[in-house]
């Protein structure tokens, strides 16, 4: 079994893909590549048409085209079978299905907090004990996805530090940082988990709605 990692043209595209909407350095730091050299490679496959620079709400980024997101699905599809990984990955998602529920349950929780005649009243953080508890699921998930996570680097090395960064989220949301939980400009245990997501799904060629 291969032991290196992903070619860099491959984890430059794919961490477009993952951060949705990004700067250059962010695509960099993703996968901790060199800047230089994935700015190079932006400005390549941009004259390719594979992604495309535009302005959105004061920042500017990049983002795949649906020529470069098929060319990512090529690329991944190729690397999966050449490491003979689907069997691993597969399985993997398998395991990720029931905890995404969890997960996404604890989610809600985190945002709304049910009170008598309102059962979607939003929740201001005030009752500890309700916090706690999701916290506490949030935590169980986590340690679900330790040896998940760690199947998945056996082969496909990219994988690694979703579990780690889902640690530290925690750890502060833990620590009463609640943005830490479902912020979206930082490292939250939302935003480590939607890409967990998504690198599943890109992996495997599959479309979110495809799972049971």
């Known amino acids: 079994m291969e032991g290196l990692d992903s070619d860099p043209l491959t984890l430059t595209l794919h961490a477009v893909r993952l951060l949705g909407f990004a700067e250059t350095t962010s695509v960099a730091r993703r996968f901790e590549q060199d800047l230089a050299g994935v700015s190079e490679r932006l400005l390549d496959v941009e004259a390719f048409g594979w992604v495309s620079r535009s302005a959105f709400a004061g920042s500017q980024g990049w983002a795949l085209t649906d020529r ?24 993997a998602h398998a395991q990720f299905v029931p905890l995404n529920a969890r997960f996404q349950d604890a989610a809600t929780r985190w945002q709304i907090c049910p009170l008598p005649g309102d059962p979607m009243a939003a929740n201001d953080h005030t009752d500890h004990r309700w916090d706690d508890r999701v916290l506490e699921t949030l935590g169980s998930v986590g340690r679900a996805l330790s040896p998940l996570n760690a199947e998945l680097t056996t082969v496909l090395p990219r994988f690694r530090g979703y579990d780690e960064r889902y640690a530290a989220a925690l750890g502060r949301a833990s620590s009463g940082e609640s943005r830490w939980v479902d912020g979206v400009s930082i490292d939250s245990c ?9 690198d599943l799904l890109a992996t495997l060629g599959l479309e979110r709605g495809q799972e049971t």
Do not use: F, N, S, Y
């Open 68 to 91: 470069g997101r098929q060319e990512l699905d090529r690329r991944l599809a190729e690397e999966l079978d050449r490491r003979e990984a689907r069997p691993v990955v597969v399985g």
């Open 190 to 198: 939302h935003v480590v988990w939607m890409q967990l997501h998504e």
